[in-house]
């Protein structure tokens, strides 16, 4: 199975920009399915971006972004071939990492 | 979506042999287990994001003064050193893009917040020193309303607000 994050982290000089997409439903808990039941929320609270062992970016989510997030930041530091570690964890206590490579 | 399940409930049976084969061999010297004990998580939140860190408080504040107080315990001055990019109008509410960057220095978290959805508090970033203070996401917007990115400097809030016209809500049903 393939992972729910796709990243493409580029390194230009000192900065690496990074853009991250993760497969999740981000459900709200207001939105009603076909028979009119309402979807419980399903949506991820953490997001974290490890370089180095060093916390890089973390991203802090309520139900209000959009599924299947993206998300788009920069950071100095990093070198062309860096392991670059990203993870998150919904409200229901799921979660998925990924170790990317840094172009 | 739905796939995920299966593969990680794999991962985890996959996982248990291997702990009960540690912990049979282990559990034969004394405090084996309490070792066995303090290796297994300490691996896991390796792995893991951390959902204690997040802020349940403001996240769950209905008015978008309270979750701003809750974020940062103080009111956002106007600045225009705060850019706010978003869309004038916004056909579809579900998938708004918006961005948030500064020119501001000493910059430690960027908050963005949307008046008239449910719970006004969209997401928050805090920003570590080497990261830059720029963001980019996309977030579902109720209704028509005013954007406001916050961006936290030096101790001090700054804010830029917009407003975005919905046509096509993303969160009623």
């Not at chain 1, 802090?60 to 788009?72: H, N, Q, R, S, T």
């Not at chain 2, 579809?92 to 430690?108: K, M």
């Not at chain 2, 954007?147 to 016209?165: D, H, P, R, Y």
Request: glycine share 10%; net charge positive.
């Amino acid at each position: 199975m393939a992972s729910t994050i796709r990243v493409r982290a580029v390194a230009s000089g000192d900065t690496t920009e990074v853009q991250a997409l993760v497969q999740h439903p981000m459900d709200s808990g207001f939105v009603k399915d076909a028979k009119g039941q309402l979807i419980p929320p399903h949506y991820i609270e953490v997001m974290e971006f490890q370089h180095g062992g060093k916390t890089v970016f973390t991203a802090f989510w309520g139900p209000a972004v959009a599924k299947d997030p993206y998300i788009k930041f920069s950071f100095k530091g990093a070198h062309k071939g860096d392991d670059l570690t990203i993870s998150w964890v919904d409200n229901k206590g799921q979660s998925d990492s990924l170790v990317g490579k840094i172009l | 979506m739905n796939n995920n399940n299966p593969s990680k409930q794999t991962r985890s049976r996959r996982d248990r042999p291997g702990q009960t084969r540690r912990t049979v061999i282990q559990g034969a010297l004394a405090g084996g287990l309490a070792g066995l004990a303090g290796v297994v998580p300490l691996r896991r939140a390796r792995a893991a994001a951390d959902a204690s860190k997040w802020p349940k408080d403001a996240f769950s504040q209905k008015k978008e003064a309270d979750a701003i107080k809750a974020l940062y315990g103080k009111t956002p001055e106007a600045s225009d050193k705060v850019s706010l990019d978003a869309p004038e109008i916004a056909e579809n509410g579900a998938v708004v893009p918006i961005s948030v960057s500064t020119t501001l220095p000493d910059v430690t978290s960027i908050a963005i917040i949307v008046s008239e959805n449910p719970f006004p508090l969209a997401a928050s970033y805090p920003i570590p020193a080497g990261t830059a203070p720029m963001v980019a996401n996309r977030l579902k917007m109720a209704k028509t309303s005013k954007v406001t990115a916050l961006v936290e400097s030096g101790g001090k809030v700054f804010s830029a607000s917009k407003e975005v016209k919905v046509t096509v809500g993303g969160c009623g049903g």
